[in-house]
Nanobody, 121 residues
Framework: QVQLVESGGGLVQPGGSLRLSCAASGSIFRINDMGWYRQAPGNQRELVAS???????HYADSVRYRVTISRDNARNTVWLQMNSLRPEDTALYYCHAEIAAAWNARALEHWGQGTLVTVSS
């Protein structure tokens, strides 16, 4: 069993910053890609940022230059530093990871429960 536990969401004023954390635990042999998605009311879930095990990153155009994704493979943890937040960044943010439970197991997708980010004055 694998769990992804997010933290760090909250209410912040426009222009402010937040740092989201996601720690994976349980039956983990290897974690491939990790990332953050978000879903605002009435919208589809969208990719915010992703990072490979080797550290190659990808950002959505809407957040590029305002967010930084990072990870610690030894701690099975990924972070999302968000700066210059805007009201349109308000959403439920989900952690995502591709996790193999054993050396010969296929990596499966796992999701966190979501952490709410609200940007409002």
């Amino acid at each position: 069993q694998v769990q992804l536990v997010e933290s760090g969401g909250g209410l912040v004023q426009p222009g402010g910053s937040l740092r989201l954390s996601c720690a994976a635990s349980g039956s983990i042999f290897r974690i491939n890609d990790m990332g953050w998605y978000r879903q605002a009311p009435g919208n589809q879930r969208e990719l915010v940022a992703s990072i490979t095990r080797g550290g190659i990153v990808h950002y959505a155009d809407s957040v590029r230059y305002r967010v930084t994704i990072s990870r610690d493979n030894a701690r099975n943890t990924v972070w999302l530093q968000m700066n210059s937040l805007r009201p349109e960044d308000t959403a439920l943010y989900y952690c995502h990871a591709e996790i193999a439970a054993a050396w010969n197991a296929r990596a499966l997708e796992h999701w966190g429960q979501g952490t709410l980010v609200t940007v409002s004055s």
